[in-house]
């Protein structure tokens, strides 16, 4: 290429004269000349122009919700190390991995820690669940051989009968690796991958342990099994046994009779579909493929009887009122602290921008919630399951101690209209 000439906004440059490394194995492998030009040329654009092959996955309207680059570095002190309880770490993992120290901060900070600690808290919660689903086959034993026949159950009489089980199985391994390996690569920030499998497994770890509740006390036969019989480790096992066979629960290679209200597979599927619904930068055909991969997986959970119909809606509502519930409270959270509200966000917004004395009234007027939902304790719960109180601290919005400083707070809405007033000369 001649000096002086820029080709760079051109995308149909010779592929042989500007490719970086050496590709003329590929006319071996592809013979048609013309195949083997366009394949050519598109691994040149690609090479030339990787901003133009990423719009080609990331969403449009990125820049505008501040979601198109990393928004780790509006954190200006994340690198410090801060004493929280007892341990002293650095805050947040680096933005970008400059040097082989930063592989290493990578694991070493609060952000990690707190991920280990959810880790801890879903295993927990699963060793429970599968403990209360062994009461419940305990007690559906003892029970009355009319009661363990399958229920009927209206959408089980309308669909056909799919006898391999397996295939849901498979369909929800598809569901986690396609939502693990896309999360992996689009995430910004090592933060933001952070903080997503915080939420997924807080999430997952509170569903096990309702689930769980509803198992023990609602008992219902298998939908799966005529009579079906619990394995006899549930029922004269010692608790070195039952310890084993939980580990086979959760591994599949196990199954029990009323292990039903309501489906755990479809929770996890719905969970999947959330994390899509919320966190992702894709555009929009790649979360529809996770949907319809997810939609197959419950509609095969009926088709192969292997929940109740219940148990599908059940799992679908419940999943996503968990996560609608969580995430607005991590919103309220980020209102209260980084605009000094110090009752409910909603509330206070009107009474900061309505300037009169019926602010409180209209409010009321139109909402009517004198007493609305939400307690403080679970909201500085979820903060810290999430993280919040890390990234307020690396904002400076708590200081060192974990103090908030209310000083630091942005300016309202109104202060900002009056400081861009300018004086009439």
Known sequence: MKSGQDHSSNPFVDPEKTLLCDISYLKDIFPDP???????????MM?????????????????DIGAKKSPAYVAISAPEKQTIGFITLRLAPPVKIRRLQDVRDIFLNH??????????WLVLCGFIETFMAQLSDIRYHAGPAISKHPLRDLLHDAFPLVADTQIVNYLLTATIVYTVAGFAIQSPDWTTRFMILRRWAFIMGFIYVFRGITLLVTTLPSSLIDECRPPEIELTGTVAQRFGFIMEVIGGTALTCTDNIFSGHTSMMMSCCMIWRVHSRLRRPFSWLLYSVATAGILMILFTRFHYSIDVVLAIYITYTAWDTYLRY????????????????????FNTQIHTADAARIYEYLNWQPHPLGKKWMMWFFMYV????????????????????????????????????????
């Open 34 to 44: 013309q195949y083997s030009f366009s394949l050519l040329r598109l691994l040149s």
């Open 47 to 63: 090479m030339m122009h990787p901003k133009r092959l990423l719009k080609l996955f990331l969403a449009d309207n990125l820049h």
């Open 330 to 349: 991590i919103q309220e959270a980020s209102m209260r602290y980084m605009f000094g509200f110090t009752n409910h966000s909603t509330f206070d917004l």
């Open 111 to 120: 952000e990690f820690l707190r991920l280990l600690m959810l880790a801890a």
């Open 386 to 425: 999430d993280g919040l109180d890390i990234r307020l601290r690396a904002m400076r919005v708590f200081d060192e101690h974990g103090v908030w400083q209310q000083k630091n707070k942005p300016a309202s809405m109104t202060e900002k209209k009056h400081s861009t007033i300018q004086p009439i000369v």
